[in-house]
């Protein structure tokens, strides 16, 4: 092959490369409507989806996609993007910081919290910052949607995984998810 060709191709390469990941930025503002400014959320209803761990951002956003799990908000959104955007969107949320959230909480909820917390800390580490890949990151992220999210676990409207953590949420009771919520919410990086 003559010289200027494999230049030529190389620089294609870079370019395409460069341009895809424009594009991403472009897509992304579009979620940071919502999720906010690199993904870390300011409203206590969206999740903070910055730094959350790549498997896990791109499970959530399949299972949206191929109608496995229900989101008012996200299932119809997300539709409307293909299989190699969505892996490209959780690969570029996944690269910025997780940054937990400052928020209110009732100190004696937190308090109160830590003990059934014990019965989530297998997989999602003490304070909720977990260190595998398909396990979400709970510290910092914000009470309000980390109460909800469990609620929907445990009545089976969001499918999971690993059916242990539906077992461990059902022996709870529903003040105890509040301040399990409450703890995790309180905890930093
Ligand atoms: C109109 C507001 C809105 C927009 C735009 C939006 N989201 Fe969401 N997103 C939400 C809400 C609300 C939730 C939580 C609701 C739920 O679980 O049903 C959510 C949940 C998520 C979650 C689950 C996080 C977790 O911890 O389980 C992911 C991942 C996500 N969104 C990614 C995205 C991406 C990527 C985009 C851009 C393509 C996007 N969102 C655009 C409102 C929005
Ligand atoms: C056996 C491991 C395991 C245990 C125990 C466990 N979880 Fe999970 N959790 C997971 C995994 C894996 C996911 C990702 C969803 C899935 O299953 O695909 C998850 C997801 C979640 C989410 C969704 C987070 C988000 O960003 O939307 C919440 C909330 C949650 N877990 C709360 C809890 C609470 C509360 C407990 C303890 C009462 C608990 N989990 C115990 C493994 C576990």
């Not at 003490?126 to 109460?147: F, I, R, V």
Request: include cysteine; charged fraction near 25%.
């Amino acid at each position: 092959m003559r010289y200027h060709v494999v230049l030529g191709m190389i620089l294609a390469g870079f370019l395409g490369s460069a341009q895809a990941a424009d594009r991403i930025e472009e897509v992304a503002e579009t979620c940071n409507a919502c999720h906010g400014a690199n993904g870390v959320s300011e409203n206590p209803a969206i999740p903070s989806i910055g730094g959350q761990h790549e498997s896990y951002l791109k499970k959530v956003l399949l299972d949206w996609k191929n109608g496995v799990s229900h989101s008012e908000t996200m299932a119809s959104l997300i539709k409307d993007y293909s299989v190699e955007q969505i892996a490209a969107l959780a690969a570029y949320f996944a690269k910025k910081p997780w940054t937990p959230v400052a928020q209110k909480l009732d100190a004696n909820l937190v308090k109160l919290g830590e003990n059934p917390a014990r019965r989530c800390a297998a997989c999602h580490g003490d304070k909720g910052a977990s260190h595998d890949g398909e396990t979400p990151n709970l510290n910092g992220q914000w009470a309000e949607y980390l109460e909800m999210d469990t609620l929907k676990i445990r009545d089976g409207i969001i499918p999971v995984t690993d059916q242990r953590m539906v077992k461990a949420i059902k022996r709870l009771s529903a003040e105890e998810i509040k301040a399990v919520a409450a703890f995790f919410a309180s905890q930093g990086k």
